[in-house]
């Protein structure tokens, strides 16, 4: 492992349902040393964003979880873990998909699915654990699509076997997005906050472009502005409207 100390301790599980609530549960027994890693290539229950669950095929796939301890950063802050995580994921699939003239259709949409196209290849969930007003601990859950060709319970899904047609070897590729979350994640540490932000921004689904969207109350058709510090989907509608909107608030139409 090329990193400093992400991923320099790390736990290979044969099996699990959720790497994330493994984490959860090593947090509440010990102390992990910060980075920690945990992996799998069968993750039988793997959660997504608003309780959606992962489909993900045995010894197909990454699934892995990374406990990091982001107690530099007030809690008003947390979604800039949101940021270099998903710029993480970005910045591997731009490398192995630049050869195949990809890179430039790799999006994070919003807040931190990684898509090639319209198509969905990586997703991740955060949960960070609070302590007064700042981050005391971050569990990072990834799961990349990497050999698996066929999805049945995700119509938009999509992988790297089927966008190169090349099978990828799955242990070098955790070493890899452990060296892009380092190298992210240092950026945070020393504040390059104005950097991170205006790449967030640069590879954002859909920003400043007009598209279908619908809400609670209406369908519209608007277009993305910016995300708020606090992580809220920042809009002009065609009205001219300018609104916020949370996480379970808005849906993509297509």
Same mark, same amino acid.
């Given at each position: 492992?090329?990193?400093? =100390?992400?991923?320099?301790? #790390?736990?290979?599980?044969?099996?699990?349902? &959720?790497?994330?609530?493994?984490?959860?549960?090593?947090?509440?027994? *010990?102390?992990?040393?910060?980075?920690?890693?945990?992996?799998? =290539?069968?993750?039988?229950?793997?959660?997504?964003?608003?309780?959606?669950?992962?489909?993900?095929?045995?010894?197909?796939?990454?699934?892995?979880?990374?406990?990091?301890?982001? &107690? =530099?950063?007030?809690?008003?802050?947390?979604?800039?873990?949101?940021? *270099?995580?998903?710029?993480?994921?970005?910045?591997?699939?731009?490398?192995?998909?630049?050869?195949?003239?990809? &890179? &430039? !259709? /790799? !999006?994070?949409?919003?807040?931190?699915?990684?898509?090639?196209?319209? !198509?969905?290849?990586?997703?991740?969930?955060?949960?960070?654990?609070?302590?007064?007003?700042? /981050?005391?601990?971050?569990?990072?859950?990834?799961?990349?699509?990497? #050999?698996?060709?066929?999805?049945?319970?995700?119509?938009?899904?999509?992988?790297?076997?089927?966008?190169?047609? !090349?099978?990828?070897?799955?242990?070098? %590729?955790?070493?890899? *997005?452990?060296?892009?979350?380092? %190298?992210?994640?240092?950026?945070?540490?020393?504040?390059?906050?104005?950097?991170?932000?205006?790449?967030?921004?640069?590879?954002?689904?859909?920003?400043?472009?007009?598209?279908?969207? $619908? $809400?609670?109350?209406?369908? =519209?058709?608007?277009?993305?502005?910016?995300?708020?510090?606090?992580?809220?989907?920042?809009?002009?509608?065609?009205?001219?409207?300018?609104?916020?909107?949370?996480?379970?608030? *808005?849906?993509?139409? $297509?």
């Amino acid at each position: 492992m090329k990193t400093l =100390f992400v991923g320099q301790n #790390n736990i290979h599980l044969n099996s699990v349902a &959720s790497t994330n609530s493994y984490a959860s549960e090593l947090l509440r027994q *010990i102390k992990p040393v910060e980075g920690t890693l945990i992996y799998t =290539f069968d993750q039988q229950n793997g959660r997504g964003q608003r309780g959606s669950g992962w489909e993900s095929e045995a010894n197909k796939n990454i699934a892995l979880s990374l406990i990091l301890n982001p &107690s =530099f950063l007030q809690a008003d802050n947390q979604f800039l873990i949101t940021k *270099i995580i998903s710029l993480s994921v970005a910045d591997l699939m731009a490398e192995w998909l630049h050869p195949h003239n990809l &890179s &430039s !259709k /790799i !999006k994070i949409k919003w807040p931190n699915d990684i898509y090639v196209g319209d !198509k969905k290849i990586a997703g991740i969930l955060i949960e960070n654990t609070l302590r007064e007003n700042n /981050i005391q601990s971050s569990i990072i859950g990834i799961g990349i699509n990497i #050999n698996q060709t066929e999805f049945i319970t995700t119509k938009n899904a999509t992988s790297l076997k089927t966008l190169t047609n !090349k099978e990828v070897e799955l242990m070098p %590729a955790i070493e890899q *997005i452990c060296e892009f979350i380092e %190298a992210r994640y240092l950026q945070l540490k020393t504040n390059k906050l104005e950097s991170i932000n205006n790449a967030y921004l640069q590879n954002l689904y859909r920003f400043e472009e007009w598209s279908n969207y $619908s $809400s609670k109350y209406q369908e =519209f058709v608007g277009k993305i502005t910016g995300v708020s510090s606090s992580g809220k989907l920042q809009m002009e509608l065609s009205s001219h409207e300018k609104k916020e909107f949370d996480l379970k608030e *808005i849906i993509f139409c $297509s």
